[in-house]
């Protein structure tokens, strides 16, 4: 068995999620924030078979796509004006990061 981590963008969530539960799969949805944008993203936790994970990943490669993003860097405080001027710069997000665990036990009761 495997544990599925994917974090993907706010925006992408609920078609996925929706696309997660009419295929039969269970899934747990946590808010979560990226470490760099500081910026709401989701996190999905699967758990599915071994040879369940391929079809989870085309899930995410149909209903995920990447965007790109404006961010303004953060400044050093007490520097001079004119080098500190806080230019917005590019960054692309996603489509998703998925991390594909082993599950040594898997518990319901
Ligand atoms: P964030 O950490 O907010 O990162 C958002 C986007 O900013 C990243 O998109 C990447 O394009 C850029 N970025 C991140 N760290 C950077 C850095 N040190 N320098 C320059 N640019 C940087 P993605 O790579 O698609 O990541 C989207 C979100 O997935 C991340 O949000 C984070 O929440 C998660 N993530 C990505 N890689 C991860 C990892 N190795 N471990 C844990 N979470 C990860």
Redesign the pocket.
């Known amino acids: 068995m495997k544990l599925i981590v994917a ?1 993907v ?1 706010d925006k992408d969530a609920p078609r996925f999620l929706g696309e997660l539960v009419r295929k039969g799969f269970k899934a747990t949805k946590l808010s ?8 709401g ?1 989701t ?1 999905v936790l699967v758990g599915v078979e071994d040879d369940q994970v391929e079809s989870i990943l085309d899930l995410v490669r149909k209903n995920c796509r ?1 965007r790109e ?1 404006l ?1 303004t860097p953060l400044t050093a405080s007490g520097g001079a004006v004119d080098a500190c001027i806080p230019y917005p710069v590019e ?7 998925v ?1 594909v665990l082993g599950v040594e036990r898997c518990v319901r009761t």
Not at 32 to 39: D, H, I, N, W
Not at 91 to 97: E, K, R
């Open positions: 974090v963008q979560s924030t990226g470490g760099f944008l500081r910026e993203n996190t990447s993003q961010v960054v692309v997000v996603g489509g998703a990061t991390f």
